[in-house]
C-alpha cells in the first residue's frame, strides 16, 4: 500500500479548475519532489494531501485512509502528516520550546515534561538547540524554517509534507534547510516536496512530478525526467530554471 | 470670572446647609455623597457592559471568521443590527419597547436593561475589531494550527486568538473608554448616574460651572485610569520579536 495515493483529484474554485484529474503515489520511503511553473496548482495539489484544501471530485488516501472521506477524523490524520511552509508559520506569541511542543501535548496527549525533551531533542538535531528560550521573530527565516521541520518531526509523522520550503529564504540560508531535509530524505522519511531546488531533486528524489496548469504533465524517474523529459513544457522549464 | 464656589458640594441635597466635613452622616446627603454615588453607578453600568460586550463581540467576531456559512450569517447579521441604530435610541428600545414585547423582562430594573442595551450595542463595535485582528493573521497560521493536528476549536485557542487579541488591543482600549462615556446615556432611562447628578445638581444649586467640571474631571479620570491599565496589558502581552516587541 503506498504512503500517498492520489486518484484523479480536481479541483475549481468556482468556475476556475485549478487541479485536472491528478493521480500519482508515494511509496513508502519514497521522496518526490513537485516541480512547474507558478500558478501550476503544485501548493494546492499538496495541501490537498492533508485536507487544508478540499477537493470536489477524486479521493487521496493517506496509509490508507480517505482524506475526501466526510466521516474522517481530519485533525487525526493531519497529527501524522507532517507539513512544512513557505512562510514558516512559527506560532509567533510562543518560545520556540514551546512551538516544538504545545501540539504534542494538546493532540497527543503527552506530557508536558516528555514534549519538551522530545522538542529540544530535534531542535538540536537542527543545531538551534541554544534558541529553546526564544521567539520566532528573534530567528533568522533559516533558523525558523529548520524550527518549524522540528516542530512537524515532533508529532513522529509517517510522512512530510513540504510546500516550496525555500522560496520565502535568503540565498545564503537555503542550504541550511536543505541540508536538514537531505538528511531526513537519507533516512527514509517519506517527503512530498513542492520546490524549485533541482539540486536538492538531483541528490535525493526518486520521482519528480511536473505541473502545468493544474495537470500532472509528468510523473517519472528521477534521471529519466532530467535525462530525457518527454513534453515539451518540461523541458522549456527545465532549461529556464537549470540554465539561469 | 464669576466666583468659584466648590462649596457647593459640602451642601445637604435636602435643606442646602453646608455640612461640615463635607459627607453627610447618617441619614443625610452632600451633593459630594451624590456625586460619588453617581460616580459609583457610571463605573458599574460601564464596567458591566464591558464585560458583556468582551465576551459577545469575541464571540460574535470569531464565528464571522469560522468556516460554517450559519455561523458567519449569525455573527454578520448580530453586528449590523446592533450598529446601525443609534445609541439612544437602543437604550430606548430596550427600555420601552423590548419589555412590552417580551413580557419577563417587565420586572426587570432599568439598570440590567442599560448594561444590556451599551453592551450589546458595543459588542458589534468589537466584534468588528475581533474579526479584522483574526482576519490580520492571513490563512498561514490557521492552516498552520490545522496541520498541527488541532481541531478548528483548539486552532483559534492556541493558535489564532492570542495573536489576535495582541493586535487589536490599541482599538479595544479606544472601546472600553468609549464606554465609559457612552454610559452617559443611562441618564435618559434615570440611571443616577454622573450626568442625570450633573443635570439635577445644576438645576438645584445654580452652580453649573462647579457641578459640570466635578463631572467632567471623573470621566476623563475613569476613562484615562482605563487607558493605562490597557497599556499595562499590552506592554505584558509583548511578543519579544515582533514590531515594537523589544528583544
Redesign the interface.
Known amino acids: 500500500m503506498p504512503m500517498i495515493e492520489m486518484k484523479n483529484v480536481s479541483k475549481w474554485y468556482g468556475e476556475f479548475r485549478v487541479l485536472t484529474e491528478c493521480t500519482t503515489q508515494v511509496e513508502k520511503g519514497e521522496v518526490i519532489v513537485v516541480c512547474g511553473p507558478s500558478g501550476s496548482g503544485k501548493s494546492t495539489l499538496i495541501k490537498c494531501v492533508n485536507g487544508l484544501e478540499l477537493f470536489q471530485q477524486g479521493d487521496i488516501l493517506v496509509n490508507g485512509i480517505s482524506v475526501g472521506d466526510t466521516k474522517t477524523n481530519l485533525p487525526k490524520l493531519r497529527a501524522r502528516v507532517g507539513m512544512v511552509f513557505q512562510h514558516f508559520e512559527l506560532f509567533p506569541h510562543m518560545t520556540i520550546t514551546e512551538n516544538l511542543s504545545i501540539a504534542q501535548i494538546k493532540v497527543l496527549g503527552r506530557s508536558k515534561d516528555e514534549a519538551t525533551e522530545r522538542g529540544l531533542k530535534l531542535l538540536e538535531r537542527v543545531g538551534l538547540k541554544e534558541q529553546a528560550a526564544k521567539h520566532p521573530g528573534q530567528l533568522s527565516g533559516g533558523q525558523q524554517q529548520r524550527v518549524a521541520i522540528a516542530r512537524a518531526l515532533s508529532m513522529d509523522p509517517i510522512c512530510m509534507l513540504f510546500d516550496e520550503p525555500t522560496s520565502a529564504l535568503d540565498p545564503e540560508m537555503i542550504n541550511e534547510v536543505l541540508d536538514v531535509m537531505v538528511e531526513l530524505a537519507q533516512e527514509g522519511m517519506t517527503m512530498m516536496v513542492v520546490t524549485h531546488e533541482m539540486g536538492f531533486a538531483h541528490k535525493v528524489a526518486h520521482r519528480v512530478v511536473f505541473m502545468d496548469q493544474g495537470k500532472i504533465v509528468e510523473d517519472d524517474k528521477k534521471d529519466a525526467f532530467f535525462g530525457s523529459p518527454r513534453s515539451e513544457r518540461a523541458q522549456q522549464f527545465l532549461s529556464k530554471i537549470l540554465h539561469h | 470670572m464669576a466666583t468659584w464656589d466648590w462649596q457647593v458640594f459640602c451642601k445637604d441635597t435636602i435643606d442646602g446647609k453646608i455640612v461640615p466635613g463635607c459627607f453627610g452622616g447618617s441619614g443625610d446627603t452632600t451633593y459630594l455623597d451624590w456625586l460619588l454615588s453617581a460616580w459609583g453607578w457610571t463605573l458599574s453600568v460601564s464596567l458591566l457592559a464591558l464585560l458583556v460586550a468582551l465576551a459577545l463581540g469575541a464571540l460574535m467576531g470569531i464565528l464571522r471568521t469560522t468556516p460554517h456559512r450559519g455561523l458567519v450569517l449569525l455573527g454578520n447579521a448580530w453586528t449590523e443590527l446592533f450598529r446601525n441604530i443609534p445609541l439612544l435610541v437602543q437604550i430606548f428600545l430596550w427600555y420601552h419597547v423590548v419589555p412590552a414585547l417580551i413580557p419577563p423582562l417587565r420586572g426587570v430594573p432599568s439598570f440590567i436593561l442599560v448594561v444590556l442595551g451599551l453592551g450589546l450595542f458595543t459588542s458589534a463595535r468589537i466584534s468588528e475589531q475581533v474579526r479584522a485582528g483574526i482576519q490580520s493573521l492571513a490563512g ?2 490557521r ?9 478548528l476549536p ?1 486552532t483559534y485557542r ?2 489564532l486568538l ?2 489576535a487579541f ?1 493586535i487589536i488591543i490599541p482599538p479595544l482600549t479606544s472601546e472600553s473608554m468609549n464606554i465609559i462615556k457612552n454610559s452617559s446615556v443611562a441618564f435618559a432611562v434615570s440611571i443616577s448616574e454622573l450626568t442625570l447628578f450633573a443635570l439635577q445638581a445644576q438645576e438645584e444649586t445654580s452652580r453649573g460651572i462647579e457641578v459640570y467640571l466635578a463631572v467632567t474631571g471623573l470621566y476623563f479620570i475613569s476613562a484615562f485610569a482605563i487607558n493605562r491599565a490597557m497599556l499595562f496589558v499590552e506592554n505584558r502581552m509583548r ?4 514590531i515594537g ?1 523589544g ?1
Open positions: 498561514g497560521q492552516m498552520a494550527g490545522l496541520a498541527m493536528g488541532f481541531t483548539q492556541y493558535v492570542p495573536m495582541r511578543v519579544p520579536g515582533m516587541g528583544t
